[in-house]
C-alpha cells in the first residue's frame, strides 16, 4: 500500500470512529509530527458535531469522580461520549501521569467510551496545546459528547471557553476566600455550575454564594443552574446531563468555530507570532502563507489557523535541529 493509499485508509479508520487510528493520530497530533498536521486538516469539513463540554474548577474538587459518574449517565442516554482529561505533566518524562484516566479505566472498555489523557506539559489555562486538535479528532471520530477535564483551574485559566460549547465548572464546599479569587474567571463564564460533595456540611452556603455572585453577571436568556451533586451515589447527575442537553439547544455545537470575540483575535496575535518565529527558523514558509491565505478568505477560522501555525512551527524546528 502506498504512502497516499495509507493515509487514506486512516483517515477513513477516523472517521469510522475505528479506536486504534483514532488513538494513532492522536498521538501524531500530540508528537507535532507533518502526518498528524496533515490528519487534522483533512478532518476539517467532519468536525463540529459533537457538544463539547467543558470541567473545570480548582484541585480537589472532584472533578474525574464527576464525570465518572456523568459518563454512565450519558452511556445510559445512547450517547457515545469521547474525554480528554488533562493531567500535570511527569517531573521525569514530561507525559501525563493518568490520574484521571486510572479513575475512568473501568468506562475505558465500553463501546461507547474513549478516554485520553494529555500532559499540560506546562502550557497555561488548565489545557495542553494539543488539546484542540484532540477534541477535533474525536468528534470527527462520532462522538456524540466530547468532555474535556482540565488541569486545577483557577481565575486566569479559561482556555476552556475557547474550546467548549458548555463551560461547567466545579466547586466544592469550603472554597470560602476562593471562591472570590474565582469570580473574575471561570465563574463569571460557566453556564452551569456544581457545588460538589453536596453532602459535606457547608454545601448550602456554598451554594447560596455562587447564586449570589450569578446576579451580578450580565443579563442572559440563559439561566445559568446551580446544581449540587454525590457523584459517588450519582445525586444531582441526571440533573447535571440535563443542563448540558438544555445548553446544547441554546448555545449549539462547534462554537469554537463560530467564535469572533476578543478569544479569537488572541488566537489571531498567536498566528502572527508563529509565523515571525517559523521564518527565523526557515526560508520556506508556503505553509504559513497558505494558512494566511485561508484565514483572509473565512475557510478556516483564526483558531485552527494558530493550531496549524503552532503545529508547524514545532515541526520545523525539529528539522531544523
Known amino acids: 500500500m502506498n504512502s497516499e493509499a495509507k493515509f487514506e485508509d486512516r483517515l477513513a479508520g477516523i472517521l469510522a470512529g475505528r479506536r486504534r487510528d483514532l488513538a494513532r493520530a492522536i498521538s501524531e497530533v500530540e508528537n507535532a509530527t507533518a502526518t498528524g498536521q496533515a490528519l487534522l486538516r483533512a478532518i476539517r469539513p467532519h468536525v463540529g458535531g459533537a457538544h463539547v463540554v467543558g470541567i473545570t474548577g480548582p484541585g ?148 447560596r454564594v455562587l447564586t449570589t455572585m450569578l446576579a451580578l453577571r450580565a443579563e442572559s436568556a440563559w439561566t445559568v443552574p446551580v446544581i449540587g451533586t454525590v457523584a459517588d451515589n450519582a445525586e444531582g447527575v441526571a440533573a447535571l446531563a440535563d443542563a448540558l442537553s438544555a445548553h446544547a439547544r ?13 478569544q479569537a483575535r488572541r488566537h489571531l496575535a498567536d498566528v502572527v507570532a508563529a509565523e515571525l518565529r517559523l521564518r527565523l527558523l526557515s526560508a520556506d514558509s508556503a505553509e504559513l502563507d497558505r494558512l494566511g491565505e485561508e484565514l483572509r478568505a473565512g475557510r478556516i477560522n483564526a483558531a485552527a489557523a494558530a493550531d496549524d501555525a503552532l503545529r508547524t512551527l514545532s515541526v520545523a524546528a525539529v528539522a531544523k535541529s
Open 60 to 207: 480537589g474538587a472532584g472533578k474525574s469522580t464527576l464525570i465518572h459518574a456523568l459518563l454512565r449517565e450519558l452511556d445510559a442516554r445512547g450517547q457515545s461520549v469521547g474525554v480528554v482529561a488533562v493531567d500535570p505533566s511527569s517531573p521525569k518524562s514530561g507525559g501525563a501521569l493518568l490520574g484521571d484516566r486510572i479513575r475512568m479505566v473501568d468506562h475505558d472498555v465500553a463501546d461507547k467510551v474513549f478516554i485520553r489523557s494529555l500532559a499540560a506539559r506546562g502550557h497555561a489555562g488548565g489545557l495542553s496545546r494539543t488539546a484542540g486538535g484532540v477534541v477535533d479528532l474525536i468528534d470527527a471520530a462520532g462522538s456524540d459528547v466530547v468532555i474535556v477535564e482540565t488541569v486545577g483551574a483557577g481565575q486566569a485559566e479559561v482556555a476552556i471557553c475557547d474550546l467548549a460549547d458548555t463551560k461547567v465548572a466545579v466547586c466544592p464546599p469550603g472554597l470560602g476566600d476562593d471562591v472570590q479569587a474565582m469570580k473574575a474567571g471561570m465563574l463569571e463564564m460557566a453556564d452551569v455550575l456544581i457545588v460538589s460533595k453536596s453532602d459535606l456540611p457547608g454545601a448550602k452556603g456554598t451554594a
Open 250 to 262: 441554546y448555545a449549539g455545537r462547534g462554537t469554537r468555530y463560530r467564535n469572533t470575540t476578543v
